[in-house]
């Protein structure tokens, strides 16, 4: 990579390094609703809960989310969206809009 | 990665797969203010014009930008924003203003 003067917004290539990390949007989505135990993540995505806690312990500390223990028998740990977080409801739904619009899947093959 | 049936839009995960590749979006943002030669978008991005052609390869594959040659001396090549890739206007410019609201770069060292 050249490191040079470029007239980018370097706001905007830090937002896409945190953003555009796999799994990353399709996590926050999943937040989109409501605040969610970590096991309702793991079921409504497919990757591994290794993967998910690593993704979740990132947008901890990008402050997009926070997690939140109430100690009861057993302890409950929710995931929950900050307002940094929530402000980028309106872009997950446009992409998810757009993604609707424009996106053909393959064929599945039987 | 765990492969299980899971309630999630497989078109949302497919546009994430799309724009969620380093420096996608960013070569997006460059061609929305119009048509733009191979030249102008390696100067403005920081990365190399060899991974430039590769992204631009991708984009034109998934329909989201034009290649269009204009047999002129010497040849000008410029790549452009199908209507598809036109779409994500609204969500490539509320990503730059939620990084310019929400994102602090780390202090410059000297």
Same mark, same amino acid.
């Given at each position: 990579m050249k490191l040079k003067e470029y007239p980018l917004c370097p706001r905007f290539e830090k937002a896409m390094d945190i953003l555009g990390k796999r799994w990353t949007v399709l996590i926050l989505s999943q937040l989109? =609703? $409501?605040s969610r135990r970590f096991s309702e993540i793991e079921t409504a995505l497919p =990757? %591994? $809960?290794r993967l998910l806690s690593e993704r979740l312990k990132e947008l901890e500390e990008e402050g997009l989310v926070t997690r939140n223990v109430y100690p009861e028998v057993p302890i409950r740990v929710e995931y929950a969206l900050t307002t940094k977080g929530s402000e980028l409801s309106p872009i997950i739904k446009g992409i998810e809009g757009?993604? %609707?619009n424009w996106i053909e899947l393959p064929q599945e093959k039987n």
């Open positions: 989109l =609703i $409501g =990757i %591994s $809960g757009w993604a %609707s």
